[in-house]
């Protein structure tokens, strides 16, 4: 099922909307402390593969393995959305999800939503485990915000903040979890191309110190390129290549497939 | 004192009056005083106290509708007909069974819990507009009820009931249920103020925020909706309970629709997601136009006319609710004794 350096193997997933199959047959592994970049053109599926795996969607076919924080295997389709997070795998969202009123210290402590162990009676009356845990979790928090470099803006309210520092604030809520593989869907959306570098610079750091893998899937090649240890295209839902950056882009049926030929040009 | 000592004992004094729990207390303690005082000295007139009471008895609703509406998002417009079973059932509990108060309590607040929980299960399948339309055929629902079953709630005559006896011994007369309602309002406060700023509270603000993101970070949107709703009806039936006890009466009559849409009058008003601005807003909408419109000559006759003109301005100049009115005050305060630290309102 899983290899022993694997925390992520893809395998047979299919999905149709109708008559349309939006992944096809798909397969690929992602190893522990990789990082792996997701691309293809414009409605390739990337982001219906993405929600397949965080079981925003059901796929009509095949397994989706995962290595949980205890080192067990589930196959993530048997779960729930709202279980996946438990098992150890956490995503971001494409235009930053965060909740605009509540502060950036809140927002990431939405992070560790799973992580509280007391009733609701509890935390109504503040009962002594409530407050120990929310002061802990509150302190796992500033650290983590520390490390990212936007410890100063904690107590601000996220509104209004520069789509740089959300997207941080974003990265700072997923590691909450403390997970072993982080999924971000576009990270680079919207971003010039210095705050590009700094993301790249961020997603290593976050490899690094929290030990974790990170699944990328995006459609900035510089960033992909920049960034990745190892990259699988995919085109129409269908399985294309594998490799690192460097065969990837001059693999012939990648550039085929992003660059087109006239049979792929009556397709768009 | 040396200078030290001073700078020490008045940082002390500080981190006491921010304490958010001496606050509420503060906040009770001056909600007790003021109304007595005033009304011994002849301030205001004695019936002011029923009418203050029953404000603060709406503004428990309210909370709740605050919490269901203001930090999760979901609309109800069916907090009357909740209110309104509660108290119909203590009244029926206390009086037909001569069972105590606490009793009634308990089963008045169980039985509406269940039913405003059957709702939000309803919630998951329908949204916005729709849930507003189910919540409110909900009320219709129980209002044609309190019409119907006489046998609980004595129709159009109106259901009587007595002020209260707490723990068998204690009998409340108007004053004392006044202060019993106090309490129970700042308890109300204190619970909402834990949960909505503990994980349960940021739960619902990311459902409310958006729904996927949510769930990708573990909250169970079911077990979160129901949560909601159940601490909606629970202030709902908590408030029926005081209000059937302090007025000692319940007609089909006050648990129209207008009374659902008074309380989210209230909440905007007073201030989405503001446990104090929810007071507030209770204050305006009910105690205002009895209390001060009504004393401004010649236009006695239109008193509820000038609360609908005060809420429109409220609402053109505080979209966000008349709670951040203090905070502005607070800032010109601040500039004109010279401390110029004036701290910017951010709009929430």
């Given amino acids: 099922m899983l290899s022993e350096n694997e925390v992520l193997r893809i395998e047979n997933l299919s999905i149709q909307f109708g008559g349309l199959k939006a992944v096809d047959n798909l397969n690929f592994e992602i190893k522990q402390n990789e990082i792996f970049g997701l691309i293809g053109p414009n409605g390739a599926g990337k982001t219906t593969v993405f929600n397949c795996i965080t079981q925003f969607y059901k796929p009509n076919q095949g397994s989706i393995y995962f290595r949980t924080k205890d080192g067990q295997v589930e196959n993530l389709v048997k779960h729930k959305v709202h279980e996946i997070i438990r098992l150890g795998l956490v995503r971001t969202f494409q235009n930053v999800e965060l909740v605009r009123e509540l502060s950036i210290l809140d927002n990431v402590l939405i992070g560790a939503h799973i992580d509280f162990k007391s009733t609701i009676v509890e935390q109504a009356l503040r009962l002594p485990r409530a407050r120990n845990e929310e002061k802990a979790l509150r302190e796992e928090a500033e650290m983590i915000l520390r490390k990212l470099g936007i410890w100063e803006r904690k107590d601000m309210i996220a509104f209004g903040q520069p789509y740089g520092i959300l997207k941080k604030v974003e990265f700072a809520r997923t590691l909450m979890c403390r997970p072993s593989l982080i999924i971000l869907d576009e990270p680079a959306a919207g971003l010039n191309d210095v705050e590009t570098a700094q993301l790249s610079e961020m997603i290593r750091t976050i490899r690094d110190e929290f030990n974790c893998s990170v699944l990328l899937v995006e459609h900035d090649m510089r960033l992909v390129m920049d960034v990745c240890d190892r990259i699988c295209a995919i085109s129409f839902g269908k399985f294309l290549a594998k490799g690192t950056p460097k065969e990837i882009q001059t693999n012939p049926v990648v550039q085929q497939a992003y660059l087109g030929t006239t049979e792929e040009d009556e397709h768009e | ?348």
């Fill in chain 2, 1 to 348: 004192m040396s200078h030290k000592e001073k700078k020490t004992s008045e940082k002390n004094f500080r981190t006491y009056i921010r304490n958010p729990y001496l606050q509420f207390i503060a906040f009770g303690l001056i909600l007790l005083i003021v109304p007595t005082l005033a009304s011994n000295f002849r301030f205001f007139k004695v019936g002011y106290i029923t009418t203050i009471g029953v404000s603060l008895i709406y503004a428990i609703a309210a909370l709740g509708l605050n919490v269901l509406l203001g930090w999760s998002g979901l609309i109800s417009l069916g907090t009357a007909g909740f209110m309104g079973l509660a108290s119909y059932l203590s009244a029926y509990i206390t009086i037909n069974m001569g069972l105590p108060f606490e009793v009634a309590m308990f089963a008045a607040v169980l039985i509406p819990t269940i039913i405003g929980i059957l709702v939000g299960l309803i919630s998951l399948k329908i949204e916005g507009l729709y849930l507003a339309i189910a919540t409110l055929a909900v009320s219709e629902v129980l209002r044609k009820s309190f019409e119907e079953f006489e046998w609980l709630t004595n129709g159009f005559s109106g259901k009587a009931a007595s002020y209260p006896t707490l723990f068998g011994f204690i009998q409340l007369d108007r004053a004392s249920m006044y202060y019993f309602i106090v309490f129970v309002l700042i308890i109300v406060m204190l619970i909402t103020y834990n949960i909505v700023n503990g994980q349960i509270g940021r739960a619902l603000n990311a459902m409310r925020g958006s729904e996927a993101a949510a769930q990708a970070m573990g909250v169970n949107l079911l077990r979160y909706r129901l949560i909601a709703f159940a601490m909606a009806t629970i202030f709902a039936a908590v408030s029926g309970v005081l209000y059937v006890h302090f007025i000692r009466y319940s007609y089909p009559s006050s648990w129209s629709l207008k009374l659902s849409l008074d309380f989210l009058a209230m909440i905007v008003i007073g201030g989405l997601r503001s446990i104090y601005g929810t007071v507030l807003g209770a204050f305006i909408v009910f105690a205002v136009p009895d209390m001060f419109l009504k004393q401004i000559p010649y236009f006695n006759q239109i008193s509820y006319s000038l609360n609908g003109l005060l809420i429109i301005l409220v609402i053109m100049f505080y979209p966000n609710g008349l709670v951040y009115i203090f905070k502005d005050i607070r800032n010109v305060w601040r500039k004109v004794i010279g401390k110029g630290k004036v701290k910017h309102v951010v709009r929430k």
